[in-house]
């Protein structure tokens, strides 16, 4: 899907939007991710559009996932 640059690039992004959650929280991460994943595969390639992307799907992710 992504080359190893992207794929570290978006590893990197959700590390940082998600460094506060437990990594027990798989469901908040996941979703994260598939938000992060979803603006990539659009074409955002901005470090900092992807974590707002990121910080706006952590805020509005179920609370039963926090």
């Known amino acids: ?3 190893s640059e992207t ?3 978006l590893r990197a992004v959700l590390d940082e939007v998600c460094k506060d ?3 027990r929280e798989t469901g908040a991460r ?5 938000k992060i ?3 990539a595969t659009q074409g955002e390639t901005s470090v900092d559009a992807l974590k707002q992307v990121g910080r ?3 805020t509005s992710a179920p609370t039963m996932w926090r």
């Open 7 to 9: 794929t570290t690039l």
């Open 56 to 58: 706006t799907a952590l």
């Open 1 to 3: 899907m992504f080359d």
């Open 37 to 39: 994943v979803e603006a």
């Open 21 to 23: 959650l437990s990594l």
């Open 30 to 34: 996941t979703y994260v991710a598939s």
